[in-house]
């Protein structure tokens, strides 16, 4: 229970703001935060401790705009964004924090205040971002160059939650060992 | 013998630069000490993604393609070391992100396929919402036009409805729009240099 009223519950709140907030929905948004917090429950029940719940999180989401708002498929990229910016605050409160509930309640106050605070320049963002996606010839910087930017962030968010996930589910050793582990220097994950 | 020189001759650099590249990432995977199998697979489904998919993004400049392709396998390579399924799944998405089926779409005045006779200004108002000139020339317009001028472009250039759909909000006829539009799509052209 208390995992959905601290951790589920706030996340989906989170995300519906972020996506209000950037795309300036103005419909169905009542509809849009109970599919995401359906998804993310459901997803929790399954996959919990998995990069594959961020993963089909970030999917869901996208399809749930998608269905509702016929959403392009750029908006992955806005979706995750609102990802690296939770898990960065995640990590900041986690490991500046020693105390897990202060930790906690930091984090999800961190959460709501960056994004109603920046909701005028995530917006700004969004609709910059759209304006390079496509090609333009008279753009400074191109748009595949932008669409390599954005894979390659992409791909090291996912390598961050897999690592963050090996993290908080193993047993033993440091978040060093950890880390060196996943590429292969270790034998074990405890590091030895 | 001949057509096979004239074909090397036109193909030779691609084949020399795409041999290379291939090698060099492969290369890259040994900096993870990445098993080979991995980056067989990565780059295997990267490619067939590709060629289904169709329409691939490239660069013109080869350093560019380089460097570039590089950094993105070398991502994929690091996501291959922690889990080589996502690893896979990420590159099928990576491959279709940087083609032009990623484009956006929008639905604009007239079918996809065909352009309107303003479609470079509808495009110019679409995707550069926040450039100076163009909100210097809202502006104006609001400014020094009638509201007609306003509603015309707020309703068929930013927010893309049809001629129909636009004169029916505004309880006119799509014919007389048709002076109004040409003299709002006369004011982008010129406030916005297109």
Redesign the interface.
């Known amino acids: 229970m208390e995992s959905v009223l601290f951790g589920l519950l706030p996340e989906s709140i989170y995300f519906t703001l972020f996506l209000v907030f950037a795309k300036g929905i103005k419909t169905k948004r009542i509809l849009l935060f109970s599919l995401i917090f359906a998804a993310n429950i459901l997803f929790s029940a399954f996959l919990s401790y998995s990069v594959w719940y961020h993963v089909c999180l970030l999917a869901t989401i996208y399809l749930i705009i998608k269905i509702l708002y016929k959403a392009q498929i750029i908006d992955v990229f806005l979706i995750s964004l609102s990802f690296i910016i939770l898990t960065i605050l995640g990590v900041v409160c986690y490991f500046l924090i020693s105390n897990y509930t202060v930790a906690l309640i930091i984090n999800r106050a961190l959460m709501f205040a960056v994004v109603v605070g920046l909701k005028n320049k995530i917006k700004n963002i969004y609709l910059l971002y759209r304006s390079v996606w496509n090609r333009n010839d008279n753009a400074k910087v191109k748009s595949i160059t932008v669409r390599n930017i954005s894979v390659i962030l992409l791909n090291i968010l996912l390598v961050a939650i897999v690592i963050g996930m090996a993290f908080f589910t193993t047993k033993s050793g440091g978040v060093n060992n950890m880390i060196w582990s996943f590429f292969g220097f270790c034998d074990t994950k405890d590091g030895e | 013998m001949n057509m096979f020189k004239a074909w090397l001759d036109k193909w030779w650099r691609s084949i020399v630069f795409n041999v290379a590249e291939i090698a060099i990432i492969f290369l890259l995977g040994s900096l ?2 990445l098993e080979y199998s991995y980056r067989i697979y990565v780059m295997a489904t990267w490619t067939a993604a590709r060629l289904l998919i169709g329409k691939p ?3 013109k400049a080869w350093q ?1 393609c380089l460097i ?1 392709t590089a ?2 396998f070398l ?2 390579f ?2 291959a ?3 080589f399924l ?1 690893s896979i ?2 590159s099928a ?2 491959a ?3 083609s ?1 089926r ?4 929008e639905v604009f005045m007239w079918k996809p396929k065909g352009e309107s006779k303003y479609q470079k200004e509808i495009e110019y108002v679409k ?4 450039s100076a000139d163009l909100i210097s020339f809202e502006d104006r317009l609001k400014r020094d036009n009638d509201n007609l001028s306003v509603m015309c472009y707020e309703y068929i250039f930013k927010q893309g409805k049809s001629w129909q759909e636009a004169a029916n909000d505004l309880d006119t006829e799509t014919y007389k729009l048709a002076p109004i539009v040409e003299k709002v799509a006369f004011g982008i052209r010129l406030s916005c240099k297109i």
């Open positions: 993870l000490d993004k490239h660069y560019k570039w950094l993105l991502s994929l690091v996501i070391k922690a889990e996502l799944v990420a998405f990576c279709f992100i940087l032009n990623a484009d956006i779409n995707y550069n919402p926040i």
